[in-house]
């Protein structure tokens, strides 16, 4: 896998209970990122992109594009 060389985490706007993190690599095209399933709605006033950040899973990484 290449090297990640930023992470972030965003709240699905269409239904505000998914949470994407997005490892971005130097070629878009080897961007990864893992999806989180909650099981309620999350107000977006209240989402902690910092906290979803330290939920990331290292080896379960799975390709963004494609």
Known sequence: MPAIISVEAVLAEDDR??????GHCANVDDDVC????LPIEIDPVHFLADEWLQAVRP???QALHG
Do not use: D, H, K
């Open 17 to 22: 209970r998914s949470v994407i993190v997005i």
């Open 34 to 37: 893992q999806w989180f399933e």
């Open 59 to 61: 080896g379960q990484w």
